[in-house]
């Protein structure tokens, strides 16, 4: 599948806090975005997937999504996988559109958390609410407590990948949090679940997302111009309950990363840039690892030396990722992910030939791996 | 504020009317001798039913632990800073639970021996469990 299928246009709503709106409002701004940048017309669309909204699932939401679209497209449907949904619907995108299910698809998500209900991130974990047991953070910190412990890992080694991306958000006027940190705000913010401090923390936003996926030859045909190849993607499955993991130091990241490398043919060494889910920042630390992107262990050690900087060895998460652009799931990754291969964002990183972007859900439950280039 | 209950069914009583007789127990399966919680209909490793319960020994140890420093229920308000602790029994099964002299995790570490310290909390009897001395290691 490698470089078959493109992104050929993004688009996102403000992040942040969109007080009154309903989530479906904002995929629909978001998907007039993405079809603006693609510059084509809605009705050539014919493939509507949504990753399921995290605050409110519900049944046929592809549909009802495709209804505000003005669509009645060959192919709908909504996924549940939490964060990772997105890479995953992008990658049966693809593979939808070389089969000749569908021929152009806009895959989508928005939700209104922070100004709706964030009672889903704070939820008791099943019959273990007798122990005390609570929120989608508490699954992070114990795998946290468990990687520190292993690997001798610092609080500094989390907090770099904190103040990094804080400060590349801090850049970021469309993110949902312009504040940058120090180290010493990092160390001083408080613990919420031990370990976890709070700016360890990704942030619950509002907002919506969506790309424009079709074959190269179709983006050839319509003459866009900058359309990114998807050159692999890839995932991989953990257990419900954190707890009954057998390891909780390395996931199946590892096999999500290794079949999107054979996909594109490349290897660990070859990506330029890496757009990594940093829901908390001990995500970010396991998949450098699992990834191949950093030896077991030292992924703590290389962020605090700064090999994620702007002007590292591997720039992460150049836009702000989920810890200062947007809590939203996964999508603004990869959006910040075609910018980089296009040569237009932000804070582009000069030369990046490769981009590696990663989304999870859960309490690293599910995961999904993308790797783009640049446009042909 | 109510104590959160966890839901009993038929699949799952066994468990709980044995922390209530005073024993912990875990499913084990006579096809290929998988222990595990919780309960389920099935092994989880082979697939056969009709899994039976055995008392476990109640000793394990640490695989990792939080210290909640914020209350996500009323009923935990006047208990934080309280761990909750994940813990690898001798025959194999995972559980969360509580170490009741954890100091808030600060005695607790990971590969820690621990053994059952059944409690009463209300209508409830729950698996927590206590640090034990190294006296029992090599
Ligand atoms: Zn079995």
Known sequence: MRGKAVIAGVGHTIYGKHPGRDRISLIVEACRNALQDAGIEKDMVDGVLVKMANSEPSILYGQKVAEALGLQPRVGASLDQGGAANIALISYAAMAVDAGLMDIALVCYGDTPRT???????????????????????????????????????????????????????????????????????????LLIEPLRRDDC???????????????????????????PVLGFGQGQES????????????????????????????PGNIDVAQLYDCFTVTVLLTLEDYGLAKRGQAGPMAAQGALALDGSLPLNTS??????????GLQLVIEGVRQMR????????GAKTCIVSNQGGSMHTHATMILGNPS | MSFPAPETNDLNRPYWDGLAAGELRHQHCSNCGNNWLPAREACPRCLATDPVWQPASGRGRIVSWVVYHKAYHNAFADRVPYDVSLVELDEGPRLLTNIVDSDAGRALSIGALVELKIEREGDLTLARFRLVSDEGTA
């Open chain 1, 320 to 329: 702000g990722g989920l810890l200062s652009e947007s809590g939203t799931p």
């Open chain 1, 116 to 190: 709706g209900s964030r009672q889903v991130y704070h939820r008791p974990r099943g019959d273990d609410a007798v122990f005390g047991w609570y929120a989608t953070a508490a699954g992070y910190a114990m795998i946290h407590q468990a990687y520190a412990q292993k690997h001798a890992c610092r609080p500094e080694h989390f907090g770099a990948v904190a103040v990094q991306c804080r400060a590349n958000g801090a850049e970021n006027p469309q993110g949902h949090l312009n504040k940058p940190i120090t180290l010493d705000d990092y160390m001083e913010s408080p």
């Open chain 1, 343 to 350: 040569g237009d964002a932000r804070l582009q990183i000069e």
């Open chain 1, 240 to 267: 419900w309950d954190v707890h009954l993991r057998p390891n909780l130091t390395e996931t199946s990241a590892a096999a999500s990363a290794d079949t999107a490398f054979k996909m594109a043919g490349l290897e």
């Open chain 1, 202 to 228: 990704c942030l619950i936003s509002d907002g919506g997302a969506a790309v424009v996926v079709m074959s190269a030859e179709r983006a050839k045909q319509l003459g866009i111009a900058n359309a990114v």
